[in-house]
């Protein structure tokens, strides 16, 4: 007979708590292997594509993309004996017996179980329905062995807009040929009710509000569009804010000259060893703040306020700030400070690129020391950045631009830039915090004091 499971939204070990559903990789009546990714979820760090640890047919999509799904919800239906090759269960089972439960236990690192049930068949009964999930409870209940009706996908969403209404509701709709769209819902938020669909088939029901074909959230008559503020950007905001008013912030500014280091990034890049290899000032930055750290361990150390300690960090996992279609994300070179100049520049380059696809993993973004920012790529001369939590120190690099300087009593036109070092006054000192910017400064005006660190 048919085995139905329910695929719950798992946490992704980051204490994940709730996901928006980005885009289902498979519809209805699909068939799916163990490990297949069926889903892309955009959580409070990044998206993540997730895969279901059964294989089987996949009966119905229990959420939108666009809704908020709490960790351990059900999120899709599968059937895992499809072909009805499970063995009947015994003819004189009790009409009263409550389903049997058998636990699944789901992908390594997946924190939420998902719960199967089945349901044996009573004597002289007529076969059941076919299940519709109506609670947020990662349990489902297979029918008696009757093929089970792959229920359609669910609508794409005009203009961004996603009706919220329950499976059963949905499929109350799709029967009676309402479209949901074009409904108010009247319950909490503005979920839809069953109420709302007989009412709208009946021709009595109050027409959704108008819904701009850019975006939901834009209301023609004030001109303003209204954006949820989730995922990305609300974590984002809050680690901002949990920063601002926890360290007492203190930003250094420091104008060089970095002429040398832009005739030394040709000359590399004309190297045979460097052939291939993108060379960026942000690459001599990262080897920069390595070295300078070394000297300066303050900067890649934090503060525990819970343990009362200062935790000095023998390692650099250097943190960098790179703008995404979703916002904001700060992914990390692991062990930067055992790299040579060519390894940071591939792996930064590797790293810009996964976040600019928007593909950093959450895992990719943990346990940072010390963070770079570059809003030189915008034309920005400089900045105050606000620290990572967790992290002590943040440098900004600005843009290079060419600048009259005074070199040996004259004036030329220079390559110059301008560096910023937010740091935590409670760990570094106004000293350690200068020595360390200024180190930074002297490694990218002249790249051959490095032979001296």
């Known amino acids: 007979m048919p085995e139905y499971k329910h695929f719950p939204l798992a946490d992704t070990a980051e204490g994940l708590t709730e996901a928006d559903i980005i885009a289902w990789q498979v519809k209805p009546g699909d068939t799916v292997t163990v490990n297949q990714i069926v889903v892309e979820v955009e959580t409070a760090k990044a998206a993540v594509e997730l895969p279901i640890p059964w294989a089987g047919v996949v009966t119905e999509l229990l959420v939108e993309p666009g809704q908020t799904v709490e960790v351990g919800a059900p999120i899709l239906t599968i059937d895992v004996d499809p072909g009805g090759k499970a063995a009947p269960a015994p003819a004189a089972a009790p ?38 999930a109506a609670a947020p409870a990662p349990v489902a209940v297979a029918p008696a062995p009757v093929a089970p009706v792959a229920p359609s996908a669910p609508a794409k969403p005009k203009g961004g807009y996603v009706p919220l209404a329950k499976p059963p509701v949905r499929k109350l709709a799709k029967d009676l040929g309402v479209d949901l769209h074009a409904l108010t819902g009247t319950a909490d938020g503005g979920v839809i009710t069953r109420d709302d669909v007989h009412a709208a088939a009946n021709g009595s029901a109050a027409p959704a509000a108008a819904v701009s074909s850019v975006d939901s959230g834009y209301d023609p008559a004030t001109r303003e569009r209204r954006v949820p503020i989730k995922g990305v950007r609300k974590a984002t905001a809050a680690a901002m804010v949990q920063s601002a008013y926890t360290a007492p912030h203190v930003t250094e500014f420091l104008t060089i000259d970095v002429t040398p280091m832009m005739e030394f990034r040709e000359k590399l890049k004309k190297s045979r060893e460097f052939a291939g290899v993108k060379v960026t000032p942000l690459t001599f930055a990262a080897k920069a703040v390595c070295l300078a750290a070394k000297r300066t361990p303050d900067v890649n150390a934090v503060w525990d306020e819970a343990a009362q300690e200062i935790v000095y960090k023998d390692y650099v996992h250097l943190g960098i700030a790179a703008a995404t279609p979703r916002g904001l994300v700060v992914p990390k070179v692991r062990d930067a400070d055992a790299m040579s100049l060519k390894e940071l520049a591939i792996a930064l380059t590797e790293l810009t690129d996964v976040a600019r696809e928007g593909k950093t993993t959450p895992a990719a973004m943990l346990g940072g020391t010390i963070t770079i920012t570059n809003v030189g790529v915008f034309g920005v001369d400089t900045g105050t950045p606000i620290i990572n939590p967790g992290e002590s120190a943040i440098l900004c690099l600005g843009a290079i631009k060419d600048t009259p300087w005074v070199v040996d009593g004259e004036i030329k036109v220079r390559k110059v830039l301008q560096l910023s070092l937010s740091f935590d006054h409670r760990v570094v000192d106004g000293q350690q915090g200068s020595e360390f910017l200024a180190d930074v400064g002297a490694l990218l005006a002249d790249p051959a004091v490095a032979i001296t660190y």
């Not at 789901?106 to 068949?121: F, H």
């Open 95 to 132: 009409a009263a017996e409550e389903p049997a439960e058998e636990e699944m236990k789901p992908l390594v690192g997946y924190g939420s179980k998902a719960v199967v049930t089945q349901r044996r068949a009573r004597k002289g009964a007529a076969p059941a329905p076919a299940p519709v």
